[in-house]
Protein backbone atom coordinates (compact mmCIF):
# COMPACT_ATOMS: atom_id res chain seq x y z
CA UNK A 1 0.00 0.00 0.00
CA UNK A 2 2.97 2.43 0.66
CA UNK A 3 3.87 1.93 -2.88
CA UNK A 4 0.45 2.19 -3.97
CA UNK A 5 0.37 5.45 -2.19
CA UNK A 6 3.41 6.93 -3.29
CA UNK A 7 2.59 6.36 -6.60
CA UNK A 8 -0.23 8.16 -6.47
CA UNK A 9 1.29 11.32 -4.74
CA UNK A 10 3.75 11.47 -7.18
CA UNK A 11 1.29 11.55 -9.98
CA UNK A 12 -0.56 14.65 -8.58
CA UNK A 13 -4.05 12.39 -9.00
CA UNK A 14 -5.53 14.85 -6.22
CA UNK A 15 -7.20 11.90 -4.27
CA UNK A 16 -6.30 10.11 -0.92
CA UNK A 17 -5.25 6.91 0.36
CA UNK A 18 -4.14 6.05 4.20
CA UNK A 19 -3.37 3.14 5.89
CA UNK A 20 -4.87 3.27 9.64
CA UNK A 21 -3.92 -0.69 10.56
CA UNK A 22 -1.62 -2.52 12.43
CA UNK A 23 2.73 -2.44 10.62
CA UNK A 24 1.76 -5.98 9.16
CA UNK A 25 -1.14 -7.71 7.98
CA UNK A 26 -3.34 -10.12 9.44
CA UNK A 27 -0.40 -10.37 12.47
CA UNK A 28 -2.85 -11.81 15.42
CA UNK A 29 -5.46 -13.07 13.07
CA UNK A 30 -6.57 -9.18 12.19
CA UNK A 31 -9.27 -8.78 9.41
CA UNK A 32 -7.76 -7.33 6.48
CA UNK A 33 -10.51 -4.77 5.22
CA UNK A 34 -9.68 -2.14 2.41
CA UNK A 35 -12.30 0.68 2.25
CA UNK A 36 -13.04 3.11 -0.11
CA UNK A 37 -15.53 6.08 0.66
CA UNK A 38 -16.03 9.52 -0.70
CA UNK A 39 -14.18 12.66 0.42
CA UNK A 40 -14.75 12.99 4.33
CA UNK A 41 -14.91 16.68 3.39
CA UNK A 42 -17.46 16.19 0.79
CA UNK A 43 -19.85 16.95 3.40
CA UNK A 44 -21.12 16.57 7.20
CA UNK A 45 -23.05 13.62 6.03
CA UNK A 46 -20.09 12.23 5.07
CA UNK A 47 -17.75 13.39 7.86
CA UNK A 48 -19.84 11.56 10.53
CA UNK A 49 -19.76 8.42 7.78
CA UNK A 50 -16.18 8.35 7.52
CA UNK A 51 -15.41 9.04 11.53
CA UNK A 52 -18.63 6.17 12.04
CA UNK A 53 -16.46 3.39 9.82
CA UNK A 54 -12.61 4.77 11.51
CA UNK A 55 -14.51 4.05 14.91
CA UNK A 56 -15.30 0.50 14.04
CA UNK A 57 -12.48 -0.70 12.09
CA UNK A 58 -9.43 -0.58 14.78
CA UNK A 59 -7.02 -2.93 15.09
CA UNK A 60 -8.47 -2.93 18.87
CA UNK A 61 -11.74 -4.20 17.25
CA UNK A 62 -9.86 -7.00 15.08
CA UNK A 63 -9.41 -5.09 12.20
CA UNK A 64 -6.12 -3.91 9.68
CA UNK A 65 -7.98 -1.33 7.58
CA UNK A 66 -6.58 0.75 4.79
CA UNK A 67 -8.81 3.83 3.47
CA UNK A 68 -8.96 5.17 -0.12
CA UNK A 69 -11.23 8.43 -0.61
CA UNK A 70 -12.11 9.83 -3.54
CA UNK A 71 -14.87 11.63 -5.29
CA UNK A 72 -14.09 10.19 -8.83
CA UNK A 73 -15.66 6.85 -9.52
CA UNK A 74 -12.38 5.95 -11.95
CA UNK A 75 -9.97 6.34 -9.07
CA UNK A 76 -11.54 4.57 -6.74
CA UNK A 77 -12.07 1.52 -9.06
CA UNK A 78 -8.34 1.51 -9.51
CA UNK A 79 -7.98 1.53 -5.62
CA UNK A 80 -10.46 -1.09 -5.39
CA UNK A 81 -8.20 -3.18 -8.08
CA UNK A 82 -4.88 -2.40 -5.64
CA UNK A 83 -6.80 -3.63 -2.74
CA UNK A 84 -7.63 -7.03 -4.73
CA UNK A 85 -3.77 -7.12 -5.31
CA UNK A 86 -3.29 -6.77 -1.63
CA UNK A 87 -4.99 -9.41 -0.82
CA UNK A 88 -7.65 -7.98 2.20
CA UNK A 89 -10.30 -10.13 2.96
CA UNK A 90 -12.89 -7.72 2.70
CA UNK A 91 -13.75 -4.67 0.04
CA UNK A 92 -16.03 -1.68 1.75
CA UNK A 93 -17.03 0.37 -0.78
CA UNK A 94 -19.64 3.35 -0.86
CA UNK A 95 -18.83 4.00 -4.91
CA UNK A 96 -18.91 7.57 -6.30
CA UNK A 97 -20.42 6.52 -9.30
CA UNK A 98 -23.21 3.63 -10.46
CA UNK A 99 -21.51 2.26 -12.93
CA UNK A 100 -18.00 0.49 -14.00
CA UNK A 101 -17.56 -1.76 -10.94
CA UNK A 102 -18.68 -4.99 -12.35
CA UNK A 103 -14.76 -5.98 -13.72
CA UNK A 104 -13.25 -5.25 -10.15
CA UNK A 105 -15.55 -7.04 -8.50
CA UNK A 106 -15.36 -9.90 -10.47
CA UNK A 107 -11.73 -10.12 -9.76
CA UNK A 108 -12.50 -9.63 -5.92
CA UNK A 109 -14.29 -12.31 -6.22
CA UNK A 110 -12.28 -14.44 -8.17
CA UNK A 111 -9.93 -13.52 -5.51
CA UNK A 112 -12.22 -14.95 -2.49
CA UNK A 113 -12.56 -11.59 -1.51
CA UNK A 114 -15.93 -10.34 0.05
CA UNK A 115 -17.52 -7.14 -0.94
CA UNK A 116 -19.74 -5.16 1.21
CA UNK A 117 -21.13 -1.99 -0.25
CA UNK A 118 -22.05 1.07 1.89
CA UNK A 119 -23.97 3.84 1.96
CA UNK A 120 -24.59 3.88 -1.66
CA UNK A 121 -25.67 1.21 -4.53
CA UNK A 122 -23.69 0.31 -7.72
CA UNK A 123 -25.21 -0.79 -11.25
CA UNK A 124 -24.08 -4.58 -10.52
CA UNK A 125 -25.22 -8.22 -10.54
CA UNK A 126 -26.24 -9.26 -6.81
CA UNK A 127 -23.80 -11.71 -7.38
CA UNK A 128 -20.63 -9.44 -6.61
CA UNK A 129 -21.06 -8.58 -3.37
CA UNK A 130 -22.08 -9.97 -0.13
CA UNK A 131 -24.45 -7.64 1.44
CA UNK A 132 -25.38 -4.13 0.56
CA UNK A 133 -25.94 -1.37 3.52
CA UNK A 134 -27.70 1.60 2.28
CA UNK A 135 -29.84 4.50 1.91
CA UNK A 136 -32.87 4.41 -0.56
CA UNK A 137 -31.87 7.70 -2.38
CA UNK A 138 -35.03 7.20 -4.59
CA UNK A 139 -37.43 6.66 -1.52
CA UNK A 140 -35.79 10.01 0.04
CA UNK A 141 -36.80 11.80 -3.50
CA UNK A 142 -40.19 10.64 -2.86
CA UNK A 143 -40.72 11.23 -0.13
CA UNK A 144 -39.29 14.80 -0.54
CA UNK A 145 -41.09 15.76 -3.46
CA UNK A 146 -44.06 14.38 -2.03
CA UNK A 147 -44.04 16.86 1.24
CA UNK A 148 -43.63 19.41 -1.49
CA UNK A 149 -46.75 18.53 -2.71
CA UNK A 150 -48.59 18.53 -0.25
CA UNK A 151 -47.71 22.45 0.44
CA UNK A 152 -50.26 22.91 -2.48
CA UNK A 153 -48.59 25.75 -4.29
CA UNK A 154 -50.52 27.33 -7.12
CA UNK A 155 -47.11 27.02 -9.43
CA UNK A 156 -43.56 25.18 -8.60
CA UNK A 157 -40.69 26.96 -10.17
CA UNK A 158 -38.13 25.40 -8.73
CA UNK A 159 -34.07 25.66 -8.59
CA UNK A 160 -32.67 22.39 -8.82
CA UNK A 161 -29.44 21.79 -7.31
CA UNK A 162 -27.99 18.37 -7.53
CA UNK A 163 -24.78 16.76 -6.17
CA UNK A 164 -22.35 14.74 -8.02
CA UNK A 165 -24.02 13.63 -10.88
CA UNK A 166 -23.88 9.56 -11.34
CA UNK A 167 -23.88 8.50 -8.05
CA UNK A 168 -26.45 6.84 -6.42
CA UNK A 169 -27.80 9.71 -4.08
CA UNK A 170 -28.06 12.30 -6.85
CA UNK A 171 -29.75 9.73 -9.09
CA UNK A 172 -32.44 9.02 -6.11
CA UNK A 173 -33.23 12.45 -5.48
CA UNK A 174 -33.13 13.91 -8.79
CA UNK A 175 -35.62 10.86 -9.97
CA UNK A 176 -38.50 12.05 -8.27
CA UNK A 177 -38.34 15.47 -8.93
CA UNK A 178 -38.13 15.18 -12.76
CA UNK A 179 -41.39 12.73 -12.70
CA UNK A 180 -43.09 15.49 -10.87
CA UNK A 181 -42.15 17.93 -13.02
CA UNK A 182 -42.58 15.75 -16.13
CA UNK A 183 -46.44 14.91 -14.88
CA UNK A 184 -47.80 18.27 -14.08
CA UNK A 185 -47.86 21.49 -16.24
CA UNK A 186 -47.60 23.37 -12.91
CA UNK A 187 -44.63 22.56 -12.04
CA UNK A 188 -41.62 23.90 -13.57
CA UNK A 189 -37.22 23.81 -13.40
CA UNK A 190 -36.02 27.34 -13.37
CA UNK A 191 -32.68 25.95 -13.54
CA UNK A 192 -31.54 22.28 -12.76
CA UNK A 193 -27.76 22.12 -12.58
CA UNK A 194 -24.76 20.37 -10.37
CA UNK A 195 -23.21 22.05 -7.33
CA UNK A 196 -21.51 18.70 -6.33
CA UNK A 197 -22.48 18.74 -2.95
CA UNK A 198 -20.48 22.66 -2.53
CA UNK A 199 -21.90 25.32 -1.01
CA UNK A 200 -20.30 27.91 -2.86
CA UNK A 201 -21.06 26.57 -6.38
CA UNK A 202 -24.97 26.26 -5.22
CA UNK A 203 -24.46 29.75 -4.23
CA UNK A 204 -23.59 30.76 -7.42
CA UNK A 205 -25.98 29.03 -9.45
CA UNK A 206 -28.93 30.55 -7.29
CA UNK A 207 -26.97 34.18 -8.04
CA UNK A 208 -27.31 33.46 -11.39
CA UNK A 209 -30.65 32.67 -11.32
CA UNK A 210 -31.32 35.91 -8.99
CA UNK A 211 -29.39 37.98 -11.48
CA UNK A 212 -31.76 36.57 -14.58
CA UNK A 213 -34.75 37.99 -12.78
CA UNK A 214 -36.35 34.73 -13.68
CA UNK A 215 -39.34 34.10 -10.64
CA UNK A 216 -38.79 30.76 -8.36
CA UNK A 217 -40.51 29.85 -5.28
CA UNK A 218 -38.31 26.54 -4.32
CA UNK A 219 -34.84 25.80 -4.00
CA UNK A 220 -34.38 22.14 -3.72
CA UNK A 221 -30.70 21.55 -2.99
CA UNK A 222 -29.79 17.70 -2.74
CA UNK A 223 -27.43 17.84 0.73
CA UNK A 224 -27.31 20.53 3.02
CA UNK A 225 -24.09 22.37 2.37
CA UNK A 226 -25.42 23.28 -1.14
CA UNK A 227 -28.75 24.39 0.05
CA UNK A 228 -26.46 27.03 2.43
CA UNK A 229 -25.01 28.24 -0.35
CA UNK A 230 -28.62 28.51 -1.64
CA UNK A 231 -29.79 30.95 1.68
CA UNK A 232 -26.54 32.72 1.44
CA UNK A 233 -27.71 34.14 -2.34
CA UNK A 234 -31.14 34.58 -0.87
CA UNK A 235 -29.97 36.41 1.67
CA UNK A 236 -27.09 38.37 -0.04
CA UNK A 237 -30.30 39.43 -2.72
CA UNK A 238 -32.78 40.24 0.47
CA UNK A 239 -35.10 37.21 -0.55
CA UNK A 240 -37.16 35.59 2.10
CA UNK A 241 -37.39 32.17 2.98
CA UNK A 242 -38.41 29.36 5.55
CA UNK A 243 -41.53 29.50 6.96
CA UNK A 244 -43.64 32.25 5.92
CA UNK A 245 -41.10 33.24 3.17
CA UNK A 246 -40.89 33.88 -0.85
CA UNK A 247 -38.83 30.60 -1.25
CA UNK A 248 -38.67 27.15 0.31
CA UNK A 249 -36.05 25.36 0.94
CA UNK A 250 -35.30 21.76 0.71
CA UNK A 251 -32.39 19.72 1.68
CA UNK A 252 -30.93 16.53 2.82
CA UNK A 253 -28.69 14.83 5.12
CA UNK A 254 -29.95 16.18 8.08
CA UNK A 255 -26.92 18.10 10.18
CA UNK A 256 -27.55 19.10 13.57
CA UNK A 257 -27.21 23.25 12.30
CA UNK A 258 -29.65 22.35 8.98
CA UNK A 259 -32.35 20.93 11.31
CA UNK A 260 -32.02 23.82 13.47
CA UNK A 261 -32.32 25.88 10.21
CA UNK A 262 -35.41 24.24 10.35
CA UNK A 263 -36.38 24.54 13.78
CA UNK A 264 -35.89 28.47 13.65
CA UNK A 265 -38.11 28.23 10.51
CA UNK A 266 -35.25 29.39 8.22
CA UNK A 267 -35.77 26.36 6.16
CA UNK A 268 -38.87 24.28 5.15
CA UNK A 269 -37.73 20.47 4.49
CA UNK A 270 -34.84 18.37 5.31
CA UNK A 271 -34.77 14.26 4.43
CA UNK A 272 -32.75 12.58 6.78
CA UNK A 273 -29.75 10.19 5.30
CA UNK A 274 -28.38 8.06 8.01
CA UNK A 275 -24.75 7.89 7.96
CA UNK A 276 -23.94 5.32 10.50
CA UNK A 277 -23.37 2.01 8.79
CA UNK A 278 -20.42 0.55 10.35
CA UNK A 279 -22.10 -1.78 13.33
CA UNK A 280 -24.67 -3.08 10.44
CA UNK A 281 -21.50 -3.90 8.29
CA UNK A 282 -19.45 -5.33 11.07
CA UNK A 283 -22.13 -7.76 12.12
CA UNK A 284 -22.01 -9.01 8.78
CA UNK A 285 -17.75 -9.65 8.40
CA UNK A 286 -18.04 -11.19 11.54
CA UNK A 287 -20.80 -13.44 10.49
CA UNK A 288 -19.40 -14.39 7.66
CA UNK A 289 -15.98 -15.05 9.78
CA UNK A 290 -18.08 -17.69 11.49
CA UNK A 291 -19.47 -19.20 8.00
CA UNK A 292 -22.87 -17.05 8.47
CA UNK A 293 -24.46 -15.96 5.14
CA UNK A 294 -26.09 -12.56 5.69
CA UNK A 295 -29.77 -12.84 7.05
CA UNK A 296 -29.90 -10.17 4.53
CA UNK A 297 -28.73 -9.41 1.68
CA UNK A 298 -29.90 -5.39 0.91
CA UNK A 299 -30.54 -3.64 4.48
CA UNK A 300 -32.12 -0.51 3.96
CA UNK A 301 -31.38 2.04 6.82
CA UNK A 302 -34.42 3.85 8.43
CA UNK A 303 -34.86 6.89 7.37
CA UNK A 304 -37.34 10.07 7.33
CA UNK A 305 -37.90 13.15 6.44
CA UNK A 306 -38.75 16.81 8.74
CA UNK A 307 -40.48 19.51 8.26
CA UNK A 308 -40.44 22.93 9.80
CA UNK A 309 -43.89 22.98 10.89
CA UNK A 310 -43.39 19.82 13.10
CA UNK A 311 -39.79 19.44 14.19
CA UNK A 312 -38.82 19.70 17.97
CA UNK A 313 -35.42 20.48 19.89
CA UNK A 314 -35.62 16.28 20.58
CA UNK A 315 -35.28 15.60 16.96
CA UNK A 316 -32.50 17.94 16.19
CA UNK A 317 -30.69 16.46 19.07
CA UNK A 318 -31.64 12.32 18.49
CA UNK A 319 -31.38 12.76 14.38
CA UNK A 320 -28.79 15.89 13.84
CA UNK A 321 -25.62 14.07 12.73
Request: some cysteine; aromatic content about 8%.
Amino acid sequence: MKKFLALLVAASMGFAMCACAAESSNEGGLIKVGIINNDPNESGYRTANDADMKAMFTEENGYDASFFYSLKNEEQIAAAQQFVQDEVDYLLISAAGTSGWDSVLTDAQNAGIQVILFDRTIDADASLYAASIVSDMAQEGETAVSWLASQNLAEYNVIHIQGVMGSSAQIGRSGALDEMVAANDNWNLVTQQTAEWNAETAQQIVQAVIDSGESFNVVYAENDDMARGAVAALDAANISHGVGGDVIIMSFDCNQWALEELLAGNWNYDGQCNPFQASYINDIIQGLEAGNAPAEQVVVMVEQGFSADTITQADVDSFGI
